[in-house]
């Protein structure tokens, strides 16, 4: 049969299949699908584990004398076999035999990279699809990556806010191991709390000395001196640009919230703006002087900038936006600032 990652650990619950092919270029979900399989087998009592490297010129007729001869020890045994091309070769039938007639002491687990159209209609892995399990790892979208996130979090018995979730997804750039380090993390940061965009944001800044708070806050309230004093000093340690437009940008909304709600005269806060800061109370004495919309071009610009889509030097563009925040900078050409 074939099933997603999903729904292996029920499968595994209710029984151990004799043969199990796990493939995907995915290293977290495939080795999580792997750690599965084998702890589903130890429980089993496949206490015996042998592994096999297939590489040019593996000896398949040592794997198949291995797999029809008896344990040493009267142990059910587990034979993992990696194999990254997912080509065996000379050892395709042998898979297919195995698959179809395992002996009953043995639980056999392949390992593969993703199989392309061709490799999965192989009579070997049809064979697995027919008589044990298949599971076909695929990479998270990049759009389902916050929920994934959320969910993960979940399974921890954590909430995580979907701004925090954002901000993950913006930083690892869609590496679902560099993600997991970073939940691991933050589980132990939260203390049972929920996870928000601040306490994302402080993980990476509190091993800095300046901090991406001090640099929006500075900007907010006109003090360009130490705002761009604050920008070279992350720049210094190395803080990354996606983390530091998070906190301008952030600063930003909350001071076009703050503009729209007296405009409006309601305290209702959009939930459009569910990222947005808190400015302070000299920050908020300059938002009609502000040109916010002009501000905000240009960070969804400077975005551009980072993520490499837009010429120019990112932190060229960051110190155009925090300079024209704190007014200290005029739009040119050259600085990354969008007309409205």
Sequence with gaps: ?????????????????????????????????????????????????????????????EFNNASHALSLFAERRLFEVRMPSGKPDKGAQQLADLAAQAPSDIVCLVITDRLDKKASEAPWVRAVEKHGVWVPI???????????????????????????????????????LAAKQELDKLSLLANGEAISA??????????????????????AEGDAARALRVLLGLKSEGVEPTLILWALTRELRGLWQAKERERLRSAA????????ATPSTRALSRVKRLPLASLLAQASHTDRVIKGIAPGDPWGALMGLAGGLAGALQATADSGRVAP
Excluded at 11 to 32: F, H, I, K, N, T
Excluded at 37 to 56: D, K, L, M, P, S
Excluded at 198 to 219: H, K, N, P, T
């Design 269 to 276: 806060r959009g939930s459009g703006w569910n990222m947005a």
């Design 198 to 219: 601040d306490l994302v944001l402080r993980s990476v800044g509190d091993s800095a000395r300046y901090d991406v708070f001090q640099l929006a806050s500075a900007a």
């Design 1 to 61: 049969m074939r099933l997603s990652a999903d729904q292996l650990p029920a499968a595994l619950s209710r029984s151990v299949a004799s043969m199990y092919l796990v493939s995907g270029d995915e290293p977290l979900l495939v080795g999580e699908a792997a750690d599965l399989i084998r702890t589903a087998a130890r429980a089993a009592g496949h206490a015996e584990r042998t592994v096999f490297f297939v590489e040019r010129g593996f000896a398949w007729d």
């Design 138 to 176: 695929w990479p998270v979208d990049a759009a389902a990556l916050p929920a994934w996130l959320r969910a993960r979090a979940k399974q921890m018995h954590l909430q995580m806010e979907p701004a925090a979730a954002q901000l993950i997804v913006e930083r690892v750039e869609g590496n679902l």
